[in-house]
């Protein structure tokens, strides 16, 4: 039961480099969403998705891109890193985006931009 | 919009201590709560969730937390804490999307 799988568990890129956080939940889950983590700050929401097609900006969206073309994966896209964007990035999913079921969560990339 | 407030960035209690970490919840209608542990380089483990009904809800680790619509808090509790409840909880309101708190360093003194 691998439940939210993240790849890679670290990356380091130099800035204006381009890469994409992979994320792919196996529970048939309709709601998936990215976060970031940083000191002081909490999980601040990226963006999310309320099923295959459908996607939507989070708290800070800025500098990030997302698809979603199939129910299972929800990539990440960065499109010019920039230090400021160092960080560590969770993937979660839930069964539904209304409330009634719980988040689970990826186990995390740590990304640097140097 | 929603938003979620835990009031204390750090908090350290002793072992065998009692433990109340805050949260304070804006939404206009009946949010769905929940309150997440993350142990040092892990992800978040679900440790108890408010949908409806009795205000009190219990989890696991011994946790519990009470909603108070008045208060528009969400206030979790442990009577008796151990060492290894040493973590970061977070606080997390859905209506729509799943917006968290800054989050509450605990720290535990033997």
């Known amino acids: 039961n691998a439940g939210v799988t993240q790849t890679p568990k670290f990356q380091v890129l130099k800035t204006g480099q381009s890469m994409t956080l992979q994320c792919a939940q196996d529970m048939n889950h309709e709601y998936m969403s990215w976060y970031r983590q940083d000191p002081g700050m909490g999980l601040r929401l990226i963006h999310y998705?309320?099923?295959?097609?459908?996607?939507d900006q989070g708290e800070v969206p800025n500098g990030y891109n997302v698809s979603r073309s199939t129910t299972e994966d929800f990539p990440l896209r960065l499109l010019s890193a920039a230090p400021s964007q160092t960080s560590v990035y969770f993937c979660?999913?839930?069964?539904?985006?209304?409330?009634?079921?719980?988040?689970?969560f990826g186990n995390g990339t740590r990304l640097t931009v140097t | 919009a929603q938003s979620v407030t835990q009031p204390d960035i750090h908090i350290t209690v002793s072992e065998g201590a009692s433990l109340e970490l805050r949260c304070n919840y804006s939404?206009?209608?009946?949010?769905?709560l929940f309150w997440y542990v993350q142990s040092p380089g892990q992800g978040l483990q679900l440790l108890l969730k408010?949908?409806?009904?009795?205000?009190l809800v219990q989890g696991i680790k011994g946790f519990e937390a009470e909603f108070k619509r008045s208060q528009s808090s969400f206030n979790l509790r442990k009577p008796s804490v151990h060492w290894s409840d040493a973590a970061e909880y977070f606080c997390a309101v859905v209506a729509y999307k799943y917006i968290f708190g800054t989050g509450t360093r605990l720290k535990v003194l033997a």
């Open positions: 939404y206009g209608a009946t949010p769905y």
């Open positions: 998705s309320v099923g295959a097609g459908i996607t």
């Open positions: 408010y949908f409806s009904g009795d205000t």
């Open positions: 979660a999913s839930s069964r539904g985006g209304q409330g009634d079921s719980p988040l689970h």
